[in-house]
């Protein structure tokens, strides 16, 4: 794929979300008019889009803007299964008497949690951005990117 057909790509999928964003349930919009603010799952649309189109083309944004980091693929090497996130990072917020939080452990400081009582979701907390997805190597790209930009992922 070249740069050309990559940056046109995104320019679609960015196009397509803006509609999205900027249609009212309650009235046409004028063009360029928006009902509401964009809400973290609009945003979340578009990283997605944007991460989507780039791995799809064999792009790892990390390494292209900081070479000295580790890979998507190092950084999911570090991965392990966890049976108690709370005794593992001796953090004691999930001592609310319900049971230990499992989930899975990277860098022995940043995690993924099963989320409670489903069927194979995963909740990820980044801050005010609160993902639950069947989704684990999406969730993991994003708590990826997370880790390279707080300086978790030197090489």
Known sequence: MT??????????RMRAI???????????????EQDECP???DFNL?????????SGAGIDLGRLV?????T???????????????EALGDSRWDD????????LYLDALYIERAM?????????LGQDGLISNDLPRLEARLYEWAVANDYCKA
């Open 3 to 12: 740069i050309e057909e990559l940056a046109r790509n995104v320019a679609a």
């Open 117 to 125: 009582h489903s069927n194979g979701e995963w909740y990820l907390d």
């Open 97 to 104: 008497g319900v049971g230990p939080a499992c989930g899975r």
């Open 46 to 54: 578009l990283w997605d889009a944007l991460l989507n189109e780039f």
């Open 72 to 86: 998507l693929d190092q950084f999911r090497a570090t991965g392990r299964d966890c049976d108690d996130l709370g």
């Open 18 to 32: 803006d509609s999205h964003i900027t249609t009212s349930a309650y009235r046409p919009l004028k063009p360029g």
């Open 39 to 41: 809400t973290g799952d």
């Open 66 to 70: 900081r070479p000295d980091i580790m």
